[in-house]
């Protein structure tokens, strides 16, 4: 990088049959405080399956509904299956269904409605799903 970061770019990807879906997340992402972002976007699960198996993905936000797939109940344990071991995120425009309670037996971190998807929600999901997870403080000697 020209600019003299040191940071790597975070690379979500959104996974949408909507086109639309990723102007607006884009749109919003450029938006976003803290490290750089890029946003790769596929309209299908099956395309998906093949990024995560590719390398280099960070995060996955998944919509809830790809066709001919059900729901993530059907599609997240895809890209788990590919070994896909980052966080996963279904977003969808109603989130109010009971089986929502059970995103994570099906290897889903978290959950959000696209009416709430703002540059404060990103940056929430992005500093608590890719914090180092210890502390720089840990009393552990692992040598």
Do not use: W
């Not at 599609?75 to 279904?90: C, D, E, K, S």
Request: charged fraction near 25%; hydrophobic fraction near 40%.
């Amino acid at each position: 990088m020209t600019t003299g970061q040191t940071e790597y770019p975070l690379k979500i990807l959104l996974v949408d049959d909507d086109p639309a879906e990723h102007l607006l997340l884009r749109r919003t992402l450029e938006k976003v405080d803290g490290p750089p972002i890029e946003l790769e976007y596929v309209a299908d699960i099956e395309s998906a399956v093949e990024c995560v198996k590719g390398g280099g993905i960070d995060m996955v936000f998944l919509d809830n509904r790809l066709v001919p797939n059900n729901d993530f109940r059907e599609t997240a344990p895809q890209l788990r299956h590919a070994g896909f071991i980052g966080p996963i995120g279904i977003i969808s425009s109603d989130i109010s269904g009971s089986y929502f309670q059970e995103f994570p037996e099906f290897g889903v971190d978290f959950r959000i409605n696209k009416n709430e998807i703002d540059r404060a929600a990103i940056s929430f999901i992005i500093a608590e799903y890719t914090r180092n997870q210890l502390s720089d403080n840990c009393a552990e000697d692992f040598s």
